[in-house]
């Protein structure tokens, strides 16, 4: 039999080891219920507190939901989440491959699907801030005629300096290849991430696009009717990369001109993807968001505008402001990695000097109240900076321009990459009605018909033309 005094050390590590849970359940109990909760993340919706009632307690969603609610909206969430993310970084999170022709390769995740790209949309709807409209007066422009222009739409005819366009991911050009990986679906070339577009090769879902708009544009005689897909990044940056993933920029052309060719002659067709490689060289895209940066939204509207022959303003009449150490939705998507969250780059918006008014209404508009059609989102909240174009897609939007008398009435539908076009085309239209088809409760028609509305514009992501859920969408509000 042991004696007592043997006993000390094993009785004396169980206390300690009690002590310890102890202190650990106290502080988490601190942490978790009499600190602040988050309200807000940077990178997430956050699960919010569930509805009671007897069926969700009986089938236990409502305490399911409500674990949920707590561990989601934990103090600090969002520096918790960083912390951690450098806490794997340290230990590695991806399995790294390099290849025979030196490209860094990773299969991580089941990437997006080959046939169907959804809309990657979050959503970002509420501002934290409000700022000062816009006052300062305008400059009329010239009345132009309601007829309209349209341009050759062949795309891929641009042909761009290529100088300097060898992919430096060709090893036989003697160039050190660019590291790439793929995370969470996400595909990382350098410092940029991008959505893979694998598109709408067996022509399920273009085709019922193009009659969405066909069967609008028959329906409204005399109104002008406009289709502007929006290529994604992937379309103009993967040349650098590996020779798999760099042929993947084709499919965008291939879908791009199968909705040109589906469209009736009552649709014009407008072609971006020119324009926007003629630029590629430049900022025209985020490298840590999902979206096209304000510059790239300009060269589209600007083509938008000489195709109809309208007045346009260059961009060096307009305000440019920089907000450094934007970190996009990417560092969500890739799982916060650290590549993107240690290369953040600059948010850049051009304000229009022109007089204008704005009222931002719910998706029936109605309940209106005055805005400017930029938004304010603090820096705690970086990733919803491009929500500060008209609070991204909260609000059915009209604007009505001083620096414009024309009498065209535009009506841009729209996903989230609309939003950027805004500020450009208060030269070309005297009033701008803004609608996102995903949310939209009202028929176009009945828009075109109560505002006097004398050109539609249809302008999205090349993902959600081809996308099942916003073409769905898109056929409701068109009928």
């Not at 000390?8 to 219920?33: C, D, Q």
């Not at 951690?84 to 990773?106: A, P, Q």
């Not at 309209?148 to 991911?169: A, I, K, L, Q, Y």
């Not at 399920?204 to 109104?223: C, D, H, Q």
Request: one cysteine or more; proline letters at 5%; hydrophobic letters at 35%.
């Amino acid at each position: 039999m042991k004696s007592p005094k043997n006993n000390r050390p094993l009785l004396f590590a169980r206390l300690f080891s009690l002590f310890l849970i102890i202190i650990a359940f106290l502080t988490l109990l601190f942490f978790t219920v009499f600190l602040p909760r988050t309200e807000v993340s940077d990178y997430d919706k956050l699960t919010p507190m569930p509805t009671f009632s007897v069926g969700s307690l009986l089938d236990g969603s409502y305490f399911a939901q409500l674990g949920d609610h707590f561990t989601d909206t934990v103090f600090s969430r969002d520096r918790i989440k960083d912390l951690y993310s450098r806490i794997t970084d340290l230990f590695g999170k991806e399995t790294v491959t390099v290849n025979d022709k030196g490209h860094t390769e990773v299969d991580i995740g089941p990437g997006l699907p080959s046939d169907d790209n959804s809309n990657f949309d979050p959503g970002y709807d509420t501002p934290s801030d409000t700022t000062t409209p816009d006052t300062s007066a305008g400059t009329t422009t010239p009345d132009t005629s309601t007829g309209t222009t349209t341009s050759d739409t062949s795309f891929g005819t641009t042909t761009p300096d290529t100088s300097s366009d060898t992919p430096s991911g060709d090893t036989s050009s003697g160039g050190a290849p660019k590291p790439e990986i793929e995370v969470e679906g996400i595909f990382i070339l350098d410092t940029r991430a991008m959505e893979i577009y694998y598109g709408d090769s067996s022509l399920k879902r273009i085709p019922s696009f193009a009659e969405a708009l066909n069967g609008f544009a028959a329906s409204m005689p005399g109104v002008n009717v406009y289709s502007m897909p929006i290529p994604k990044a992937c379309a103009f940056y993967l040349r650098d990369a590996s020779e798999a993933k760099r042929n993947q920029e084709g499919n965008t052309l291939r879908d791009l001109k199968a909705i040109e060719e589906r469209l009736s002659t009552d649709v014009h067709a407008v072609n971006i993807y020119d324009t926007l490689n003629a630029h590629r060289d430049e900022d025209i895209y985020f490298r840590t968001d999902h979206h096209w940066t304000s510059l790239g939204a300009y060269y589209a509207a600007k083509q938008f505008a000489s195709d109809l022959g309208l007045p346009f303003q260059d961009l060096s009449v307009y305000e440019r402001e920089v907000r450094p150490g934007f970190l996009g939705t990417m560092y969500k998507y890739t799982n916060m990695n650290a590549i993107i969250r240690d290369n953040p780059e600059d948010f850049v918006t051009y304000k229009p000097p022109v007089s204008y008014t704005a009222t931002f209404y719910n998706q029936s508009f109605q309940n209106g109240f005055d805005h400017d059609i930029f938004f304010h989102f603090d820096d705690d909240h970086r990733s919803m900076w491009y929500s500060t174009f008209i609070n991204g897609d909260a609000y059915a939007v009209q604007i009505k321009s001083g620096a414009c008398s024309n009498g065209r009435k535009l009506l841009l539908v729209k996903d989230s990459y609309g939003n950027a076009l805004v500020p450009f085309l208060l030269y070309s239209f005297e009033e701008v009605y803004v609608v996102d088809a995903r949310v939209f409760n009202l028929k176009l028609r009945d828009v075109v018909s109560q505002y006097g509305i004398t050109d539609v514009l249809f302008a999205e992501s090349l993902f959600s033309s081809v996308g099942s859920d916003y073409i769905n969408s898109l056929k409701g509000i068109c009928q």
